[in-house]
T-cell receptor, first 120, second 115 residues
């Protein structure tokens, strides 16, 4: 199957600093990438959807100035949490979707391993 | 709006079959997915089923879809301790905001396998 990586896997930062998380599709071109946030014992909450070369579409309630998303290439998207606060501590997961050429997969999202962010 | 419901917990004995159930509300869903999440890890795609199919089998996994009742199930045969994880059901729906298909997830079912 398709492989999506995230970096870093875990980050601890001080309140007020900014943190950048990278999401890469390793063996396919991701026309669309998604960023999710997962709270403990909760489902995944979609934060934003980004298409390569376009501005991201943010879900209601997600601050676009706080969570900056850049999808500059077909294999890389970044999420920057600006001026992080303890309430931003969470598990952030990206996923990518692209055309692999196999029937039934153009609509399939593949997920990265997640990034655990802890803001002190 | 879209809503995907799952029971939160399931406990089975090693070697037995596990059945995880899911209900969804959007009848226009094209694909339905099952993902597995192990502790501290991301989501691993297990299997998916197209909405015009009733059943899909892949080794120990069997997916049943009742489109009339909007009910999806995942059966794991001969459940092993390595199957202990959280299983998410997800439906693919068209988002008017983003203009593309997006996934709506259930809250996940935590499967515990007793040795």
């Amino acid at each position: 199957g398709a492989v999506v990586s995230q970096h870093p896997s875990r980050v601890i930062c001080k309140s007020g600093t900014s943190v950048k998380i990278e999401c890469r599709s390793l063996d396919f071109q991701a026309t669309t990438m998604f960023w999710y946030r997962q709270f403990p014992k909760k489902s995944l909450m979609l934060m934003a959807t980004s298409n390569e070369g376009s501005k991201a579409t943010y879900e209601q309630g997600v601050e676009k100035d706080k969570f900056l998303i850049n999808h500059a290439s077909l294999t890389l998207s970044t999420l920057t949490v600006t001026s992080a606060h303890p309430e931003d501590s969470s598990f952030y997961i990206c996923s990518a979707r692209g055309t692999s050429g196999r029937a039934g997969t153009t609509d399939t999202q593949y997920f990265g391993p997640g990034t655990r962010l802890t803001v002190l | 709006g879209e809503d995907v419901e799952q029971s939160l917990f399931l406990s089975v004995r090693e070697g037995d079959s596990s059945v995880i159930n899911c209900t969804y509300t959007d009848s226009s869903s094209t694909y339905l997915y099952w993902y597995k999440q192990e502790p501290g890890a991301g989501l691993q795609l297990l299997t998916y089923i197209f909405s015009n199919m009733d059943m899909k089998q892949d080794q120990r996994l069997t997916v049943l879809l009742n489109k009339k009742d909007k009910h999806l199930s995942l059966r794991i045969a001969d459940t092993q301790t390595g199957d202990s994880a959280i299983y998410f059901c997800a439906e693919s729906t068209l988002s008017s905001g983003a203009g593309s298909y997006q996934l709506t997830f259930g809250k996940g079912t935590k499967l515990s396998v007793i040795p």
